[in-house]
């Protein structure tokens, strides 16, 4: 029954949050929505996860050799959670329980290294022909195409080609890099990374996809508004209209990278921010994403510990 419980909430979670999500009020609160993302993510795996456990516990507990003084808690377990001994049940359990977090490790551990990687090329590449602008802290690179990008990681580094430095007025210029700094200050490339990790992972899940696309839009938003602060929200479009076009290297975060119409319309129209309240009730619907899976899979214990069919050392 759990188990059912557990991929009916999985179900729900995958068709309502691109809805939720990715509805209008998304663009006036782009932090509360990569949250809101974020958690989706980690409520849909942590749930499929669960669903896999809830189906292996039994086997695992009655046939691991448990200590004696477990064995009527494994058994009261197995009868909540209901007998999974048929062969069909125990594959699917390995699979979201086993298969799935293992895989999401694997593509982790190559997609960091292989970022770090091409990173750390970049920035050779970069270095060999690129001259430092004390003045304004960056690195220029002679080029007649109109560009601005940073390179995050430990050897971070806002880039400027020459063409963007004799294209932008002082205002914009200093839009465009207060736009970089706040991609290297919050760090956006972790959160865009998990959200690539997980696409990467799971292929072709509508969720995972929505989830990537959102948040790679969601933190150029973010930097929008730094730059906005700084300047003139007119200057910041104005900018972006300048370097319309360009495309940052793959490890780097781009100036005007996106949709371009669709963000210089939100600076030249600002819009209201989010209530105060839709954020408090927003963001508990992403926490209940996220921790109320693991409430349902745990229900049964509870309901067997409280009952005394079950004891468990320490709770006495």
Do not use: N
């Given at each position: 029954m759990t188990?059912?419980?557990?991929?009916?909430?999985?179900?729900?979670?995958a068709t309502l949050t691109p809805k939720v999500a990715g509805a209008a009020w998304a663009s006036r609160a782009p932090r509360?929505?990569?949250?809101?993302?974020?958690?989706?993510?980690?409520?849909?795996?942590g749930t499929s996860v669960l669903a896999g456990l809830t189906l292996l516990v039994p086997v695992t507990a009655v046939g691991g050799g448990l200590a004696a003084i477990l064995?009527?808690?494994?058994?009261?377990?197995?009868?909540?959670?209901?007998s999974p001994d048929r062969l069909p049940a125990v594959l699917v359990g390995a699979v979201l329980a086993v298969v799935l977090p293992v895989r999401?490790?694997?593509?982790?551990f190559r997609t960091v290294l292989r970022d770090r990687r091409a990173r750390r090329d970049l920035r050779h590449?970069?270095?060999?022909?690129?001259?430092?602008e004390h003045s304004l802290g960056v690195l220029v690179l002679d080029s007649d195409r109109a560009a601005a990008f940073c390179v995050p990681g430990r050897d971070r580094a806002v880039v400027l080609t020459s063409a963007a430095l004799q294209a932008l007025t002082p205002?914009?210029?200093?839009?465009v890099l207060a736009h970089e700094r706040e991609h290297l200050r919050a760090r956006h490339h972790l959160a865009v990374t998990a959200a690539r990790i997980v696409e990467r992972a799971l292929p072709g899940l509508p969720l995972v996809v929505h989830a990537r696309v959102q948040i790679e839009r969601l933190v150029e938003l973010l930097a929008d508004d730094a730059a906005a602060r700084r300047v003139d929200p007119l200057h910041v479009?104005?900018?972006?209209?300048?370097?319309?076009?360009?495309?940052?290297?793959?490890?780097?975060?781009?100036?005007?990278?996106?949709?371009?119409?669709?963000?210089?319309?939100?600076?030249?129209a600002p819009i209201p921010p989010v209530p105060v309240s839709y954020h408090v009730l927003v963001g508990a619907a992403a926490l209940a994403t996220v921790l109320g899976p693991v409430a349902?899979?745990?229900?049964?214990?509870?309901?067997?510990?409280?009952?005394?069919?079950?004891?468990?050392?320490?709770w006495a």
């Open positions: 188990t059912a419980v557990l991929l009916a909430f999985a179900a729900v979670l509360l929505a990569i949250f809101t993302w974020q958690a989706a993510t980690v409520g849909l795996v064995h009527a808690c494994a058994t009261t377990i197995a009868g909540v959670y209901g999401l490790t694997v593509v982790a590449s970069i270095a060999l022909g690129a001259r430092a205002d914009e210029l200093t839009g479009a104005s900018a972006m209209v300048t370097l319309a076009g360009m495309r940052a290297p793959r490890p780097a975060l781009g100036a005007a990278e996106g949709s371009t119409t669709v963000r210089v319309t939100r600076l030249l349902l899979a745990a229900w049964p214990l509870v309901s067997a510990v409280s009952s005394g069919l079950c004891v468990v050392p320490g």
